[in-house]
């Protein structure tokens, strides 16, 4: 196994198991089946025996469907490309163990024998349950990664003066919010989260820098195009990206177009993108 997709696969789950919003999710979804008891459960067990069928059953089918929406992301990329495509084929590929735990879980509770036809029904009832379950922890994981993206960021916050009865006083502008910083700096260490300056293809890795360091992350050059938000820049090559805050002009060297960062790096400028650069940073400059 690559050992840079098991540490990022193992990044991933740790992000999970630290997460409040995963926790609160999993806890809510364990008291709404105690309570209606699907699947028959409500017949034959008491509400205790019931939560703790369903603790140990969710937990269990939970994190099944999770190991394998994880491992879907980073191993699947070749074949596909939309990463919320990998998550829904890494939940798919999930049921038929999630559908083994649950009959082993519904067996240990004084249940039926395992079965292959009862092995197949619980396959099957796993299988939207997964799906479903897998976008609400997927949706909830993205919304905490928002909000301490946008803490970190340090979101500015004003709150007027409380004036005399008797005195007028005009009221303080407030500064319009800070905009949101780049999905893609979620995916950083949180020392190297600043203004993204650059993007580098290599292999199925993109060299990330930012204002605060450098780091190598386990994404799709295109993927991580579409993850820079706001950020002011251009692409210049098939493989790099810079933003207008690194740029400091473009030279020529040996018949080759480059394009000089503040840094001192120097990267190419493909002819295919050459037009582009230009009318841009001609642009750039009048602004």
């Not at 249940?111 to 396959?123: F, I, K, M």
């Amino acid at each position: 196994m690559n050992g840079g997709k098991w540490h990022s696969a193992l990044r991933e789950l740790q992000e999970f198991a630290g997460s409040r919003n995963f926790w609160i999710v999993l806890a809510a979804i364990v008291v709404l089946f105690t309570a209606i008891g699907p699947f028959g459960t409500d017949q034959f067990m008491g509400v205790l025996p019931r939560f703790g069928f369903w603790l140990v059953n969710m937990f269990l089918g939970t994190w099944i469907a999770i190991v394998f929406v994880v491992f879907a992301e980073l191993y699947l990329d070749r074949l596909i490309a939309r990463p919320f495509l990998r998550m829904l084929v890494g939940s798919l590929l999930s049921c038929p163990v999630i559908g083994l735990s649950t009959m082993l879980v519904v067996y240990s509770w004084r249940g039926p024998e395992p079965s292959w036809p009862r092995y197949a029904e619980n396959t099957a009832q796993s299988l939207p349950i997964a799906l479903v379950f897998t976008l609400i922890f997927w949706a909830s994981m993205r919304h905490e990664k928002q909000v301490r993206l946008a803490t970190e960021a340090g979101a500015l916050g004003v709150s007027l003066p409380v004036a005399p009865e008797a005195q007028v006083v005009q009221p303080t502008p407030v500064p319009p919010p800070a905009p949101e910083p780049p999905p893609i700096l979620s995916r950083l260490k949180p020392e190297n989260r600043g203004p993204v300056l650059r993007l580098s293809a290599e292999d199925h890795y993109t060299l990330t820098v930012t204002s605060r360091g450098r780091e190598l992350i386990l994404i799709r050059f295109s993927d991580a195009l579409s993850e820079i938000g706001d950020t002011i820049g251009t692409q210049i090559h098939r493989s790099h990206w810079i933003a207008r805050a690194a740029f400091e002009t473009l030279m020529t060297k040996d018949g080759k177009l480059l394009a000089r960062l503040k840094d001192g790096t120097e990267l190419p400028v493909s002819r295919s993108f050459a037009g582009e650069v230009k009318a841009k940073v001609a642009k750039w400059s009048v602004d």
